[in-house]
T-cell receptor, first 115, second 113 residues
Framework: DTGVSQDPRHKITKRGQNVTFRCDPISEHNRLYWYRQTLGQGPEFLTYFQNEAQLEKSRLLSDRFSAERPKGSFSTLEIQRTEQGDSAMYLC?????????????FGPGTRLTVL | GDSVTQMEGPVTLSEEAFLTINCTYTATGYPSLFWYVQYPGEGLQLLLKATKADDKGSNKGFEATYRKETTSFHLEKGSVQVSDSAVYFCALSDRGRDDKIIFGKGTRLHILP
């Protein structure tokens, strides 16, 4: 099965440290999305890429957050100087943008705990 | 901006009971509507979708009808099973733009045997 994969699945870090997460989308999917889900809430959109271009960023994405998709395949999400409020599940999704409806397929997520 | 409101949980039902989870939306365009499900310890999965008014999405015995006049997309199932215990998210996506998904807060469903 070549679904969306994310690494690591869990990350515990101390406040002030930097963390980086990786997402591998489904092969040939040209769109890749990042969402954040806090406890008891639905996922919230952070940013998305079409191929290697980052086309939209949510206001939730402060300047401590940066995302890349250098070759239009996998993506990384980095959080610098982590804060306790960054503790959440970070979800990645991918889709193929074409005619009509483009279903997004979600990965299992990376759960971040900032102590 | 666009938003989704769904009934708060948790919802607790006995096995074989009828389920309704209410969902209403606000959108400036003509969105596609979805129900996603998150089973314990698993990732988010698309349960069903509807892309235009009066469409009925269905899967695994669940149904929801896109009601443009009432801006609603209520989830129903005639007879729930213990295995349906999960968190259900109503969501929308504005087609033709970025396709980003806007989720409701989720409704936790517990089914008792």
């Amino acid at each position: 099965d070549t679904g969306v994969s994310q690494d690591p699945r869990h990350k515990i870090t101390k406040r002030g440290q930097n963390v980086t997460f990786r997402c591998d989308p489904i092969s040939e999917h040209n769109r890749l999305y990042w969402y954040r889900q806090t406890l008891g809430q639905g996922p919230e959109f952070l940013t998305y890429f079409q191929n290697e271009a980052q086309l939209e960023k949510s206001r939730l994405l402060s300047d401590r957050f940066s995302a890349e998709r250098p070759k239009g395949s996998f993506s990384t999400l980095e959080i610098q100087r982590t804060e306790q409020g960054d503790s959440a599940m970070y979800l990645c999704a991918s889709s193929f943008a074409g005619e009509g409806y483009n279903e997004q397929f979600f990965g299992p997520g990376t759960r971040l705990t900032v102590l | 901006g666009d938003s989704v409101t769904q009934m708060e949980g948790p919802v607790t039902l006995s096995e074989e009971a009828f389920l309704t989870i209410n969902c209403t939306y606000t959108a400036t365009g003509y969105p596609s509507l979805f129900w996603y499900v998150q089973y314990p310890g698993e990732g988010l999965q698309l349960l069903l979708k509807a892309t235009k008014a009066d469409d009925k999405g269905s899967n695994k015995g669940f149904e929801a009808t896109y009601r443009k006049e009432t801006t609603s997309f209520h989830l129903e199932k005639g007879s729930v099973q213990v295995s349906d215990s999960a968190v259900y998210f109503c969501a929308l996506s504005d087609r033709g733009r970025d396709d980003k998904i806007i989720f409701g807060k989720g409704t936790r469903l517990h089914i008792l045997p």
